[in-house]
């Protein structure tokens, strides 16, 4: 090996790290240069925890039109980000009015509202959304959606329902009824939305305006009935009207529910505006919120700094120091994006693990071994600083449990590739973090992926120790399938499995089963014992329950049917291909059913990824299933060519 050779893996991790310490640089501010980053760090305080600004932008952006970031088709594909975006919501409305940011894509829904189809983006903007009626259109279809239980709503009810929240959230935002927005001056005192400053601080304008709706509601109703209907449908969004009575204690109270909601949502907006005049000198914090949006509004560079940064100075003092480091870390994380980065150096690692099997193979595997574990390192402190930043183990719901079964299962087929050095260690890694990378991007679209799950977690004890060590059966769970999906199509479709490869490779799968199979039994222990200290029993049948014993089932059934003999090396590799989808079952499949103490994230989109990635893998099954007469690998070696 010469000395190209030798230094050249070194190389390409040097050439990375340097990337993403590049990419780890944060944009300042300048007299020429709006300080976006600064604004975005300015901490709030939503979704139960507080957060820099960005993340609320992030996450009402991702959760209305599906990115992080907004390209503007109409004025040469200028990109903004998620803080910037916010900005313009808040200063120039109109011109926000014509993003096209909403998703809509369901040709039914699209019939609906009178939108074009618009092949490639399918995105709309709150104007076209307005025309012909398109809102009043879309609450009604979405109140209907909304009260058919969740198993006989079908994909047409699920894309309304979807649209009406995207819009409730763009609203929300628009008005900044965001709980959390300006901190009050008061010491010690909480967080407020616009509409509570209002409230607070201009209880004239809020009265009056009451008053004023409330008077007109009540002329709408009296001339139309049905009015009410419509406004308990709005107001009670995802709850039937039996739910409705239990929660509220009778039909009196949910109607003077709703329409006290109703009222504080057409006065507030009105009440808000005459308020604006009287701000500065009334409530210091929201006239310095309103300083930055007009700094913005002016394009003034300058003011728009020095008004982010009296912000920070003089507002945030209250903030306790911990949650000024979180914060601080939370908006450089969203800066650096970890996990996109994680993205891109997992196709790298696919890219060279591929390579060496065809040519340059020492100098390329160890390029690729030594890649993916910068990657490691990566995908590591990016999970750390989730854990910091929340205070809680690395597995809360769903989306942290994709990015740790990728963690995972990039850290355990790097040390099977330390052992074995084929490169199917490095290769079968880089495919689980790109793919749990890809599953993570798409459960990001349900907003906040640091908020905590629905069931009851009240101890970091039980995340801990249940939840991680079940996350991690199934991280050996699939490593083990995907290993044998490369022995299936490896040595159906390649000679590179004859002699010892295929041998390496069946043991690689029968060591990870037998990881597997410890981890997930031990975890379902954990879960029971955790269910008996939380719901007074240790097993109910719960489906979630059920996933994960049949996990432990088929990885005992996999090893019990390699110890009698009942299959071998290839047989063991198409179990381990089913027990995929057992997996992705316990991960995924049990929420879909909607019922039990389990029932978290929901979404019909899950469901459909499960079922395309079960046909894959029994089209796998069937590939195994093909005699081995017919495997390149094992069937009469092939004289060579004179």
Same mark, same amino acid.
């Given at each position: 090996?010469?000395?190209?050779?030798?230094?050249?893996?070194?190389?390409?991790?040097?050439?990375?790290?340097?990337?993403?310490?590049?990419?780890?640089?944060?944009?300042?501010?300048?007299?020429?240069?709006?300080?976006?980053?600064?604004?975005?760090?300015?901490?709030?305080?939503?979704?139960?925890?507080?957060?820099?600004?960005?993340?609320?932008?992030?996450?009402?952006?991702?959760?209305?039109?599906?990115?992080?970031?907004?390209?503007?088709?109409?004025?040469?594909?200028?990109?903004?980000?998620?803080?910037?975006?916010?900005?313009?919501?808040?200063?120039?409305?109109?011109?926000?009015?014509?993003?096209?940011?909403?998703?809509?894509?369901?040709?039914?829904?699209?019939?609906?509202?009178?939108?074009?189809?618009?092949p490639?983006?399918?995105?709309?903007?709150?104007?076209?959304?307005?025309?012909?009626?398109?809102?009043e259109?879309?609450?009604?279809?979405?109140?209907?959606?909304?009260?058919?239980?969740?198993?006989?709503?079908?994909?047409?009810?699920?894309?309304?329902?979807?649209?009406?929240?995207?819009?409730?959230?763009?609203?929300?935002?628009?008005?900044?009824?965001?709980?959390?927005?300006?901190?009050?001056?008061?010491?010690?005192?909480?967080?407020?939305?616009?509409?509570?400053?209002?409230?607070?601080?201009?209880?004239?304008?809020?009265?009056?305006?009451?008053?004023?709706?409330?008077?007109?509601?009540?002329?709408?109703?009296?001339?139309?009935?049905?009015?009410?209907?419509?406004?308990?449908?709005?107001?009670?969004?995802?709850m039937?009207?039996?739910?409705?009575?239990?929660?509220?204690?009778?039909?009196?109270?949910?109607?003077?529910?709703?329409?006290?909601?109703?009222?504080?949502?057409?006065? @507030?907006?009105?009440?808000? &505006?005459? $308020?604006?005049?009287?701000?500065? #000198?009334? !409530?210091?914090? /929201?006239?310095?919120?309103?300083?930055?949006?007009?700094?913005?509004?002016?394009?003034?560079?300058?003011?728009?700094?020095?008004?982010?940064?009296?912000?920070?100075?003089?507002?945030?003092?209250?903030?306790?120091?911990?949650?000024?480091?979180?914060?601080?870390?939370?908006?450089?994380?969203?800066?650096?994006?970890?996990?996109?980065?994680?993205?891109?150096?997992?196709?790298?690692?696919?890219?060279l693990?591929?390579?060496?099997?065809?040519?340059?193979?020492?100098?390329?595997?160890?390029?690729?071994?030594?890649?993916a574990?910068l990657?490691?390192?990566?995908?590591?402190a990016?999970?750390?600083?989730?854990?910091?930043?929340?205070?809680?183990?690395?597995?809360?719901?769903?989306?942290?449990?994709?990015?740790?079964?990728?963690?995972?299962?990039?850290? @355990?087929?790097?040390?099977? &590739?330390? $052992?074995?050095?084929?490169?199917? #260690?490095t !290769?079968?890694? /880089?495919?689980?973090?790109?793919?749990?990378?890809?599953?993570?991007?798409?459960?990001?679209?349900?907003g906040?992926?640091?908020?905590?799950?629905?069931?009851?977690?009240?101890?970091?004890?039980?995340?801990?120790?249940?939840?991680?060590?079940?996350?991690?059966?199934?991280?050996?769970?699939?490593?083990?399938?995907?290993?044998?999906?490369?022995?299936v199509?490896?040595?159906?479709?390649?000679?590179?499995?004859r002699?010892?490869?295929?041998?390496?490779?069946?043991?690689?799968?029968?060591?990870?089963?037998?990881?597997a199979?410890?981890?997930?039994?031990?975890?379902?222990?954990?879960?029971?014992?955790?269910?008996?200290?939380?719901?007074?029993?240790?097993?109910?049948?719960?489906?979630?329950?059920?996933?994960?014993v049949?996990?432990?089932?088929?990885?005992?059934?996999?090893?019990?049917?390699?110890?009698?003999?009942?299959?071998?090396?290839?047989?063991?590799?198409?179990?381990?291909?089913?027990?995929?989808?057992?997996?992705?079952?316990?991960?995924?499949?049990?929420?879909?059913?909607?019922?039990?103490?389990?029932?978290?994230?929901?979404?019909?989109?899950?469901?459909?990824?499960?079922?395309?990635?079960?046909?894959?893998?029994?089209?796998?099954?069937?590939?195994?299933?093909?005699?081995?007469?017919?495997?390149?690998?094992?069937?009469?070696?092939?004289?060579?060519?004179?």
């Amino acid at each position: 090996m010469n000395t190209f050779q030798k230094y050249f893996p070194l190389g390409i991790v040097a050439l990375a790290a340097v990337m993403l310490l590049g990419r780890m640089s944060v944009p300042s501010g300048s007299d020429t240069r709006r300080d976006i980053y600064g604004f975005g760090r300015i901490p709030v305080q939503t979704g139960g925890r507080v957060q820099p600004m960005d993340s609320v932008a992030r996450n009402s952006l991702v959760v209305i039109s599906g990115k992080q970031e907004f390209e503007d088709p109409t004025d040469n594909n200028r990109v903004y980000k998620a803080s910037e975006w916010l900005l313009i919501l808040w200063s120039k409305p109109e011109q926000a009015r014509k993003f096209r940011v909403f998703r809509a894509d369901h040709p039914q829904v699209l019939a609906l509202l009178g939108l074009p189809g618009r092949p490639g983006s399918y995105r709309y903007s709150l104007a076209e959304l307005e025309e012909k009626n398109g809102m009043e259109k879309l609450e009604q279809q979405a109140s209907v959606a909304n009260e058919k239980p969740k198993e006989k709503q079908d994909h047409y009810d699920v894309r309304v329902m979807q649209l009406a929240r995207q819009v409730k959230v763009y609203r929300d935002l628009q008005f900044r009824q965001t709980p959390g927005l300006i901190p009050t001056d008061e010491p010690g005192g909480k967080w407020l939305s616009y509409g509570d400053v209002v409230a607070k601080v201009a209880p004239q304008f809020f009265r009056e305006e009451q008053e004023k709706a409330r008077q007109e509601l009540a002329a709408e109703i009296q001339k139309d009935p049905g009015v009410l209907g419509q406004l308990v449908r709005r107001h009670l969004q995802g709850m039937g009207w039996e739910e409705a009575k239990r929660e509220f204690g009778g039909e009196e109270k949910i109607a003077r529910y709703v329409i006290d909601q109703e009222v504080r949502d057409r006065s @507030l907006p009105v009440a808000r &505006e005459k $308020f604006l005049a009287s701000l500065p #000198g009334t !409530f210091p914090p /929201a006239g310095a919120m309103d300083r930055i949006v007009d700094a913005y509004r002016s394009d003034n560079p300058a003011d728009f700094n020095a008004a982010v940064a009296e912000y920070h100075e003089k507002y945030t003092a209250g903030v306790p120091d911990t949650e000024k480091r979180t914060v601080a870390l939370e908006a450089r994380m969203n800066f650096f994006d970890p996990f996109l980065q994680c993205a891109a150096l997992y196709v790298g690692v696919l890219l060279l693990a591929a390579l060496s099997w065809l040519v340059w193979h020492q100098p390329l595997r160890k390029a690729a071994f030594y890649l993916a574990c910068l990657t490691l390192v990566v995908h590591s402190a990016a999970l750390i600083g989730r854990m910091y930043i929340g205070n809680r183990p690395p597995v809360t719901n769903l989306y942290s449990s994709a990015v740790f079964i990728g963690w995972g299962g990039l850290a @355990l087929c790097l040390v099977l &590739e330390r $052992f074995y050095k084929l490169g199917i #260690g490095t !290769f079968a890694g /880089a495919v689980m973090g790109f793919a749990t990378m890809l599953v993570a991007r798409f459960l990001a679209e349900s907003g906040d992926t640091l908020e905590m799950l629905q069931a009851v977690l009240d101890t970091n004890f039980w995340l801990a120790t249940h939840v991680t060590t079940v996350t991690l059966g199934y991280v050996a769970t699939f490593v083990a399938g995907l290993l044998a999906v490369g022995y299936v199509v490896g040595g159906m479709f390649t000679n590179g499995l004859r002699g010892e490869n295929g041998k390496h490779l069946a043991g690689m799968i029968y060591g990870t089963l037998c990881f597997a199979t410890l981890l997930s039994f031990t975890g379902t222990v954990l879960g029971g014992l955790w269910a008996d200290q939380s719901w007074g029993r240790f097993w109910g049948w719960d489906p979630k329950e059920n996933g994960a014993v049949l996990v432990v089932i088929w990885n005992t059934l996999i090893l019990h049917a390699r110890w009698g003999g009942l299959v071998k090396a290839r047989g063991m590799a198409v179990l381990a291909v089913c027990g995929n989808m057992v997996a992705a079952w316990s991960w995924f499949g049990t929420n879909q059913l909607g019922i039990g103490l389990h029932a978290y994230g929901f979404d019909n989109r899950l469901a459909t990824g499960c079922a395309v990635f079960w046909v894959s893998q029994l089209l796998v099954v069937a590939l195994g299933m093909v005699p081995l007469q017919f495997w390149a690998s094992f069937g009469p070696a092939q004289p060579a060519k004179a």
